[in-house]
């Protein structure tokens, strides 16, 4: 298991930028998990947008954000970053930060993570 903290949201102009950070703790140092960044808006189902390995090596994003969002981690500050950039108002909802085992199943959907952050508010607005 591992405990994720979410920060670094806010209220940013369309066109800005925002980088989010993910700070885990690990009961298990050498557990290996996927890391993964999902937002929800209020009546609407939570909805993928980044993930990466545990390794570092292999990222993925949904298409709305594909050559606007990077994912990154630090593994010395124990960190996962969601650096987003040209923002737009549809991007606005709460961004949570999301574990899973490493490997297991696919990185997209929700019900494969097993342990999730409080959740960061980013607003955009025109």
């Known amino acids: 298991q591992v405990q994720l903290v979410e920060s670094g949201g806010g209220l940013v102009q369309a066109g800005g930028s925002l980088r989010l950070s993910c700070a885990a703790s690990r009961r298990n140092r050498y557990s290996l998990y996927d890391m993964g960044w999902f937002r929800q808006t209020p009546g609407k189902e939570r909805e993928f947008v980044a993930a990466?390995?545990?390794?570092?090596?292999?990222?993925s994003f949904t298409d709305s954000v594909k050559g606007r969002f990077t994912i990154s981690t630090d593994n010395a500050k124990n960190t996962v970053y969601l650096q987003m950039s040209n923002l737009k108002v549809e991007d606005t909802a709460v961004y949570y930060c999301a574990a899973k085992p490493a490997g297991a199943y696919g990185d997209t959907y929700a019900t494969y993570y097993t342990d999730w952050g409080q959740g960061t508010q980013v607003t955009v607005s025109s």
């Open positions: 990466i390995s545990s390794s570092g090596s292999k990222t």
